[in-house]
């Protein structure tokens, strides 16, 4: 192996990727352009920075995975899953793990490599634990020098990463007999992985001796380890259905208190589910279906995906496989060099990777709800405002269809409405776009149509104004009948509307995240903010909110490509940009300080 690159620079991980603004020195005529990524998913290394989030009133999820074995300090309800998400202590939680062996990697470079993982954009590592090497002879344990597991776990927590141990005592991992120790077999009557009174009577023994020395590093001994997984893919075993309770009790019995998981292929996933153990699932044979089953197990909840397999192992004498550097590979070289995976992971999990709602996300959290309406209504016959109806921003039509066809505006779109079929883009309809061809989809027997309509403004002269109605101000016809039982939903984009807070239900964004949906930026300026232009050049069209306040709305076909930003409207510190964005978005906010009307 090469101690070069086990030498080298552990990443990014303490390099600050916040910008401040700062005031142009005088005289100088060029513009200056300062970067912003879209804020971190995962650690922030600087505590800092995180502090400063928690202090200034971010929401939760913005600093979700900045929670560090450090930063916990309420240890008594660990790893949960409330609605859609986990929680660690209480706190939102978005695990970023990645696979480390202890057992193959040389201890002396565990440092190097938990180090690398971090720098990579990782919260958690994952390891195995092989009963075969630390029971290679019947009731002799061995925990020392490369199999000093709990030094690993040690280790882990000091560079401040969290761990999921998977236990077994069947791992698979490519090991002899899946990491089973081999005398097992000496008994001819042997039933490997059942509730056979000679393999049980073993890995009780085994887990006498292996329990104690990790029950003291759950969450909730003040440790690192924040899940348990019981044994690995065993629904595509599934020759006793009383052996994966036996291994859950097995645990539970010897003080494992942190949640417990399972781990199964998408074919094996019923079957190696274990009730009030949380199923994850691992990237073979994975189909629609599979999420259905999911779902029908453990009921909604985050889906996790805890390994990421494409292809077997490479053989004698056979073709190396070689493969899509974005689905599968090692992020180190065996000597600890870096791969491309690694910089493709680097870029996706960097620490200004971005956040994301869709806008439909955001419908059932509306503090008013959608009015109910036989036909459309306008914006101005809204019953909302203290029934004084909608003035500005976007109003957001539902019904449901039951085949597809021509669907004609008659020219009732005001002013102009993007039209989607089961959260699909079909098309805009405005005063030049009256007729739009609607899919069917013969799989379903019901479909969600949505119009969203943006006021772009009322007239402000002239005998016109009379008209000047917005939203859907007559019939929509499809296949020339008119469509009835609308939810109306009012998307005003005051202030109010964002300061009164988006649900906690951010998502990772990437480059081809597209719209309707609400990206978070977060900006850092200096002591002393100063007024500076944002252009948001390789965006489409919306509006944009810096601290609640509504800096106007942006579109690519121009002229005008920048919105100017008061320092006043900025604080020292931590700022927040919302971008409401209807099409495509990408990663990248741009300040400047000279405005660009396009003259």
Same mark, same amino acid.
């Given at each position: ?81 409330? +609605? ?19 057992? @193959? ?31 290679? @002879? ?33 791992? +698979? ?31 009780? @023994? ?196 039951? @085949? ?22 079909? +098309? ?86 597209? +719209? ?32 609640? =306040? ?9 002229? =005008? ?39």
């Amino acid at each position: 192996m090469s101690p070069g690159l086990r030498g080298a620079p552990a990443g990014p991980e303490v390099q600050e990727r916040t910008i401040l603004l700062s005031e142009p020195r005088a005289g100088m005529m060029q513009a200056f352009l300062f970067l912003v990524r879209l804020a971190g998913l995962l650690s922030l290394t600087s505590r800092f920075l995180v502090t400063s989030a928690l202090q200034e009133g971010l929401p939760e999820s913005v600093v979700e995975a900045l929670l560090r074995p450090s930063h916990v300090s309420e240890r008594l309800v660990g790893l949960q899953v409330r +609605g859609s998400n986990f929680t660690l202590g209480n706190m939102p939680f978005l695990i970023l793990s990645g696979t480390i062996h202890y057992f @193959r990697v040389p201890r002396d470079y565990w440092k190097d490599s938990l180090l690398k993982l971090k720098a990579c954009g990782f919260n958690t590592v994952t390891t195995h634990v092989p009963w075969n090497l630390h029971e290679p @002879r019947r009731g002799q344990f061995h925990y020392s020098g490369n199999l000093d597991l709990i030094a690993f776990i040690s280790l882990a927590s000091e560079v401040d990463l969290w761990v999921i141990l998977c236990v077994g005592p069947y791992i +698979g991992s490519d090991l002899d007999l899946g990491g089973l120790p081999s005398w097992l077999l000496k008994d001819s009557h042997m039933k490997l992985r059942t509730t056979h009174k000679g393999f049980t009577a073993a890995v009780n @023994r085994y887990f006498d001796d292996l329990i104690p020395k990790i029950r003291g590093f759950q969450f909730q001994e003040e440790g690192p380890i924040i899940a348990m997984q019981m044994e690995n893919e065993y629904g595509s075993y599934n020759l006793d259905k009383r052996y994966m309770p036996y291994i859950k009790n097995a645990l539970l019995s010897r003080g494992i208190k942190t949640m417990l998981m399972t781990a199964d292929t998408g074919q094996g996933l019923l079957k190696g589910h274990t009730p009030t153990v949380f199923a994850t699932l691992h990237m073979k044979s994975v189909r629609q279906k599979t999420y259905e089953h999911l779902s029908s197990a453990q009921g909604p909840g985050p889906v996790m995906m805890t390994v990421y397999t494409a292809r077997s192992l490479d053989g004698w004498g056979t073709p190396r496989n070689t493969l899509d550097l974005h689905n599968y590979g090692a992020l180190l070289t065996e000597d600890g060099g870096y791969t491309p995976e690694y910089l493709v992971f680097q870029e996706f999990f960097r620490p200004d990777a971005g956040h994301f709602i869709s806008l439909w996300d955001t419908l059932i959290h509306q503090d008013d709800e959608p009015v109910r309406s036989t036909g459309p209504l306008s914006m101005e016959q809204l019953s909302v405002n203290e029934g004084s109806g909608q003035s500005a921003g976007y109003i957001l039509y539902e019904t449901v269809i039951t @085949r597809g066809g021509v669907l004609n505006s008659d020219g009732h779109v005001k002013d102009r409405g993007q039209v989607f079929l089961d959260d699909k883009y079909i +098309g805009v309809l405005d005063d030049t776009h009256q007729k739009l061809t609607l899919p069917s989809d013969h799989y379903k027997e019901f479909l969600t149509l949505r119009i969203l309509v943006e006021n772009q403004g009322r007239l402000a002269s002239g005998t016109s104004m009379n008209q000047e109605r917005k939203g859907l101000t007559g019939n929509i016809y499809l296949n020339g009948s008119p469509l009835r039982k609308f939810k109306i939903y009012s998307l005003e984009m005051q202030n109010k509307f964002i300061q009164r807070k988006l649900p906690n239900i951010w998502k990772p964004s990437f480059l081809h995240t597209v +719209g309707p949906a609400f990206f978070l930026a977060l900006l850092r300026v200096g002591s002393q903010p100063k007024d500076t232009f944002m252009s948001l050049q390789g965006w489409t069209k919306g509006v944009v909110f810096i601290n609640g =306040q509504n800096l106007g709305r942006y579109w690519n076909v121009g002229p =005008q490509e920048t919105l100017y930003v008061p320092g006043p409207w900025l604080k020292p510190g931590l700022n927040e940009i919302i971008v409401f964005e209807e099409f495509k978005s990408t990663l990248l906010i741009y300040f400047t300080n000279t405005s660009q009307l396009g003259y």
